[in-house]
């Protein structure tokens, strides 16, 4: 803990650099930048252009032994910051709000930190800075593009600040920790007409609204009360004039699941829901399911023993090893190939109004929280690699 304070006011100073400069999916050119160049200047051999905009460095340790690839994310979002800090985001309509900005900087705190205690672990810290983690597939594409390999990754971890929780918590939970997240699209057809002549049309309106209530009762009812997951129909699109009754309507929303069963429960009871309700109403409609992200699920005896890591940095800690979120990362698809942890590092100080959620255009964050997360990321991995 000594060492990673000793680095302080450095996280700090790069974490409000990367947070005035956000950068959207993709476009991470310029963080991309500064973790490389940070990275180079230990030593490490680099790897730029991974996934697009993706950074991967390579440190070795002493002898030989595993690979342990530690994933930080680096893009923004789309949305007008309102905090008011002096470090706020010079770019309209682009924000860090959801503390990617602060992952980076743990990130790169923890190289130096291992790369200083490089003589006491053994075989290799991979360091993987991932572009476009909202929604946009970053972590797939870098599978893809082969960070996984050479050398091949034998455990992961990472960690995510969470802004419902004070700085001093930390949810490290064996099993599954975050939701998987899909995006559903129902379509319903039916025929226009005048909407002074109502009888010459099969609405899909009506009918849209009417599958809106009904798939409430999928987790109402279909789901069993023990399991847990989310429903939300978010957007209802049809029609562009008052007087006329159009011919199609369309529904987007999210499913949350833990568990590959439920989801696909819920998945055939939103078909069959949807199908149902429009036809009894004279309409017709589809549903569309993408996969955005798996769950997140770390594994238990690598939980443990990040658990037992964090009780000797802070013995009077609170740990809850049962914290679980329907919110969803998109780390779940490297740690379905390897066995991994990820962290929830409480954050948030409502004394000083740092308390705003995630997305929202006032979030921000204690930035104590930055040194926390260095020392537990850098004894964790020394631990894993001792």
């Not at 905009?53 to 690979?67: H, I, K």
């Not at 360091?127 to 909202?134: D, I, K, L, S």
């Not at 055939?268 to 549903?287: P, S």
């Not at 594994?299 to 009077?316: F, K, N, S, Y």
Request: aromatic share 4%.
């Amino acid at each position: 803990m000594q060492q990673a304070e000793a680095l302080r006011q450095s996280l700090i100073a790069c974490r409000r650099d990367l947070h005035r400069h956000p950068e959207l999916g993709y476009q991470e050119h310029r963080t991309a930048g500064i973790v490389a160049e940070a990275l180079r200047e230990l030593g490490m051999e680099v790897r730029t252009g991974v996934a697009q905009t993706g950074v991967v460095g390579l440190l070795e340790g002493e002898g030989p032994g595993p690979t342990l690839m530690l994933r930080f994310d680096m893009d923004a979002l789309p949305i007008q910051e309102e905090t008011g800090a002096p470090y706020a985001s010079s770019v309209s309509g682009v924000m860090h709000a959801c503390g990617h900005d602060g992952h980076t900087a743990i990130g790169l705190a923890v190289a130096r930190l291992l790369h200083a205690r490089r003589g006491s672990w053994n075989g290799r810290a991979k360091f993987v800075f991932q572009p476009a983690e909202e929604g946009l597939g970053g972590a797939a594409r870098m599978v893809q593009d082969g960070v996984l390999e050479a050398p091949e990754v034998d455990y992961a971890l990472g960690l995510h600040l969470w802004n419902a929780r004070p700085v001093g918590w930390m949810g490290i939970t064996g099993g599954p920790v975050m939701a998987g997240a899909d995006k559903m699209k129902v379509r319903v057809r039916g025929s226009g007409a005048h909407a002074a002549a109502p009888h010459q049309a099969h609405d899909p309106v009506v009918a849209a609204a009417h599958i809106v209530t009904a798939l409430q009762t999928v987790i109402s009812r279909d789901l069993n009360p023990l399991h847990a997951a989310v429903l939300s129909v978010t957007t209802i699109r049809c029609g562009k004039a008052f007087n006329v009754i159009p011919s199609e309507a369309e529904m987007e929303g999210t499913l949350r699941t833990f568990h590959p069963h439920v989801r696909e429960m819920i998945i055939e009871r939103v078909r069959e829901i949807a199908a149902g309700v429009a036809q009894g109403l004279g309409c017709e409609a589809g549903v569309e399911v993408e996969l955005l992200t798996p769950a997140v699920v770390n594994d238990i005896e690598l939980a443990r023993r990040v658990q037992q890591v964090a009780g000797w940095l802070w013995p009077q800690a609170t740990i809850e090893s049962d914290a679980r979120t329907m919110m969803a990362d998109d780390v779940a698809v490297l740690m379905n190939e390897v066995p991994g942890c990820y962290v929830l590092l409480g954050a948030n100080d409502p004394q000083r109004g740092l308390d705003a959620p995630h997305h929202n255009p006032r979030f921000d964050f204690d930035e104590e929280s930055l040194v926390r997360g260095a020392a537990l990321l850098a004894a964790a991995a020394q631990d894993l690699l001792g």
